[in-house]
């Protein structure tokens, strides 16, 4: 099970970007994934996480309105976009898959069991 994410850079403020999540070795059918970032000197924070089948939704309440998470299972991949982005937006995003029953837990990270490896996203003038 691998996640690999792409897609970050160094954005101005009110700027967008567009991260990608590909999986290899599993489909992504049966699972929740979400996405998280980490600030220098914070914790992993949840940004955002998608259901299965096409799902629900469910956002961090700092990016709702501006990021949109999307999922196609025949191409495995989940994509986040990124509008109107400012620098506190500024982290590693880690992209995060699980295929266990969710509850409430999926925005903690602690729930998930696949990582990919993080790409850094700079939102800066």
């Known amino acids: 099970v691998q996640l690999q994410a792409s897609g970050g850079g160094l954005v101005q403020p009110g700027g967008s970007l567009r991260l990608s999540c590909a999986a290899s070795?599993?489909?992504?059918?049966?699972?929740?994934l979400g996405w998280f970032r980490q600030a220098p000197g914070k914790e992993r924070e949840f940004v955002s996480a998608?259901?299965?089948?096409?799902?629900?939704?469910h956002y961090a309440n700092s990016v709702k309105g501006r990021f949109t998470i999307s999922r196609d299972d025949s191409k495995r991949t989940v994509w986040l976009q990124m509008n109107s982005l400012e620098p506190e937006d500024t982290a590693v995003y880690y992209c995060?898959?699980?295929?266990?029953?969710?509850?409430?837990?999926?925005?903690?990270?602690?729930?998930?069991?696949?990582w990919g490896q993080g790409t850094q996203v700079t939102v800066s003038s």
């Open positions: 995060a898959a699980e295929d266990r029953y969710s509850g409430s837990r999926y925005c903690r990270a602690d729930f998930f069991g696949s």
């Open positions: 070795g599993f489909t992504l059918d049966h699972y929740i």
């Open positions: 998608i259901f299965r089948g096409g799902g629900s939704e």
